[in-house]
């Protein structure tokens, strides 16, 4: 079993920046895929962007160039950089763990945390 805690989601202005971070427990960090999804109000989640156990790196085009994502595994922790938020922004921030690489990509992880609001004013 993996537990996926988020923190770091709040309100900011447009052109912004936040930092989210999701900490594991209760697996091998190292060897997971991590990733992170969003879904904002009246649509569905959607990959934010990915990183491997390797770091090899995916993002969703809408936030290439604006978020970073990275993992630190000496603390079970993957992080998303947030620049430049725009208002369309918003939305619950999600971290997702799993073996499969595909998995992690098309949202069927098998362990996601509780979500972190993110909240960005124009």
């Known amino acids: 079993q993996v537990e996926l805690v988020e923190s770091g989601g709040g309100l900011v202005q447009a052109g912004g920046s936040l930092r989210l971070s999701c900490t594991a427990s209760?697996?091998?960090?190292?060897?997971?895929?991590m990733g992170w999804h969003r879904q904002a109000p009246g649509k569905e989640r959607e990959l934010v962007a990915a990183?491997?156990?390797?770091?090899?790196?995916n993002y969703a085009d809408f936030v290439k160039g604006r978020f970073t994502i990275s993992r630190d595994n000496a603390k079970n922790t993957v992080y998303l950089q947030m620049n430049n938020l725009k208002s369309e922004d918003t939305a619950v921030y999600y971290c997702?763990?799993?073996?499969?690489?595909?998995?992690?990509?098309?949202?069927?992880?098998?362990?996601w945390g509780q979500g972190t609001q993110v909240i960005v004013s124009s």
């Open positions: 997702a763990s799993d073996l499969a690489w595909t998995r992690i990509l098309d949202g069927r992880a098998d362990y």
């Open positions: 990183i491997t156990s390797g770091g090899g790196l």
């Open positions: 209760g697996s091998i960090f190292s060897i997971n895929a």
